[in-house]
């Protein structure tokens, strides 16, 4: 029995971007990784339906990352205030 044989995202992105460079023909790129011309095709039309996406996604992914950080300083401060509150009782004693 034949595994499937698994691209990682840099190689797909590498015959992608030759593909759509066009400086060898789709035969001829799938002879020389041993791949599938239909294989390639599929990569890069997938690659040129995301690419503006790589544009667009910064500014979410700044966005994503400022949410996070919120979220963990408001649990930051829960915490000091408790701390506070706790050690405030204890010394009004």
């Known amino acids: 029995m034949k595994t499937r044989r698994r691209f990682t995202a840099e190689f797909k992105a590498k ?3 030759e593909a759509i460079k066009g400086h ?5 790129l799938a002879t020389r990784h041993a791949l ?3 294989q390639i095709t599929a ?3 997938e690659a040129i339906e995301k690419l503006a996406k790589v ?3 910064k500014g ?5 990352n400022r949410d996070a950080e919120v979220t963990k300083l408001h649990a930051k401060i829960g915490q ?3 701390e506070r509150d706790f050690l405030a ?4 004693r």
């Open 89 to 92: 009782k204890a010394f009004d």
């Open 60 to 64: 979410a992914e700044v966005q994503a």
């Open 15 to 17: 015959v992608a971007l």
């Open 36 to 38: 599938h011309p239909t």
């Open 43 to 45: 990569w890069k039309r």
């Open 24 to 28: 060898q023909t789709v035969a001829e």
């Open 80 to 82: 000091l205030v408790v």
């Open 55 to 57: 544009f667009d996604d």
